[in-house]
């Protein structure tokens, strides 16, 4: 009896509240970065209930051996494969890291929100149709608010946000002169914008979707971050290709695009290549783009030093410290030729996972176009995921580190708005 009342205060939560909190969740990041990676959590919560939620014990037994298929299925799709051939790598590399405790603590996070997410991609699976409709159509409300959010902060220059964290969190309120717009809240906006409006289009109003992109457009665009206008750009060209293009396009860009992250870094990596690299920073006249090639020639020499095995997972934070102050400081004090990280995810695997390690995220990199071509017959899902895949690429080998939680959250939320998007569109009754 008490499992039966449970559920029934549960099934309007599950149907609506939750799937619409799920959609609206970016918005966090527009609050603190740090916030982005109770995603992951959200998801799986919001999975669980929907499944333990289920109309019944029979119904839960009998889905019993279908739900065993599907996770199977999971676990043999070829990405999956990759992901956990790079954990394992991740954590072989402890035994030479650099950074070792270091590394330790982050591939325990990133084993974690790996089968979190992976456990949400699985529970949603196994969601019954039934539910699906109304959970999709919250969800997609939950996209409205917050893209219609950063909408109004980006015309307020950011102001809405400060005021909301002055009024309502304490925070001190900063001058007009140094409100701005959140650099990781647009990057994963530009991510996981894609699924988001194919949702909103199937499940409230094609036009309420178009609409919000094209007053994304402006605001994404007018953000002093070349990445995230870049991304926006590719994403915008790889949705037209893919919706009106072959079908093969994205498994044909996942294998090129492979095929170049597991053979240039080792190939730059020689004194030779690093030396043009080097002339090229000394002509252009872009701090920023000065400062990244410079990262990226020392981490090319880092690589060229150990390419077979790599210094170990999260090696890059400590690399810098360990050459001459001359070398470390290029540009003075306080700008590091490797800050952190190198700022390019397929340099950082290399530099801190070697050859093993690049040829796993190759892999998940060719995996992922592959998974996009063959699955199901519509072109416009095949166009908002080829847009999503294209926006994190490009984000990924300009600017953040391929560890950091906030960012790897972002793939798993991407990939659960994509899961979502699959789901069957309302139908025209």
């Known amino acids: 009896m008490a499992l039966t009342e449970a559920r029934a205060v549960l099934h309007p939560v599950r149907l609506w509240l939750l799937p619409f909190l799920l959609g609206l969740s970016p918005v966090l990041t527009l609050f603190g970065p740090r916030a982005t990676p109770i995603h992951v959590l959200i998801i799986g919560l919001v999975a669980a209930l929907a499944v333990w939620t289920a109309a019944s014990h029979q119904a839960l037994r009998d889905e019993a051996a279908a739900r065993r298929d599907v996770t199977r299925a999971w676990w043999t799709e070829p990405a999956f494969v990759a992901v956990g051939g790079l954990l394992v790598t991740a954590w072989l590399s402890e035994f030479w890291s650099t950074n070792a405790g270091y590394g330790a603590l982050t591939a325990a996070r990133l084993t974690g929100m790996a089968a979190s997410g ?25 996209g ?25 969190m304490g925070y ?44 994304l457009v402006p605001c994404v665009l007018a953000l002093p971050m070349r990445a995230v206008n870049l991304a926006f750009v590719i994403g915008l060209v790889c949705w037209i290709i893919a919706r009106w293009g072959h079908r093969q396009i994205p498994a ?46 020392f981490t090319l020499s880092k690589i060229d030093e150990r390419p ?53 995220f ?29 926006s994190y690429m490009t984000i990924g080998g300009l600017s953040y580190g391929v560890a950091q939680s906030w960012w790897v959250a972002t793939a798993w939320l991407a990939s659960v708005f994509l899961a979502v998007s699959l789901w069957p569109p309302k139908s025209p009754g």
């Open 252 to 297: 044909i860009a996942g294998i090129v695009l492979a095929a170049a992250l597991f053979v240039l870094p080792p190939a730059l990596s020689g004194s030779t290549p690093r030396a043009m690299i080097g002339e090229m920073s000394a002509d252009v006249s872009a701090s920023s783009v000065t400062h990244r090639l410079k990262i990226w020639e």
């Open 362 to 390: 190759a892999a998940l990199c060719a995996a992922v176009g592959w998974k996009i071509s063959r699955t199901g017959q519509d072109p416009a899902w095949r166009a908002c995921a080829f847009a999503t895949y294209a």
């Open 144 to 168: 409205v608010v917050f893209i219609a959010f950063y909408i109004v902060n980006a015309a307020t220059d950011g102001a809405l946000v400060f005021q909301i964290r002055h009024y309502l």
């Open 172 to 215: 001190p309120l900063p001058s007009p002169e140094q409100w701005r717009l959140p650099t990781r809240g647009s990057a994963i906006l530009v991510v996981v914008l894609w699924p988001l409006a194919l949702v909103i289009a199937r499940r409230i109003d094609w036009r309420l979707a178009c609409a919000l992109v094209a007053l």
């Open 308 to 360: 077979w095995l790599g210094w170990g997972l999260a090696a890059s934070r400590e690399l810098a410290s360990t050459v001459d102050p001359k070398i470390r400081w290029p540009f003075g004090p306080g700008i590091s030729v490797l800050p952190l990280h190198p700022h390019n995810n397929a340099l950082q695997v290399w530099v801190e996972l070697g050859a093993l390690g690049g040829l796993f």
């Open 118 to 142: 992976l456990l949400a991609l699985i529970m949603l699976s196994g969601i019954e149709s039934r539910v699906r409709a109304r959970a999709c159509s919250a969800l997609a409300w939950g």
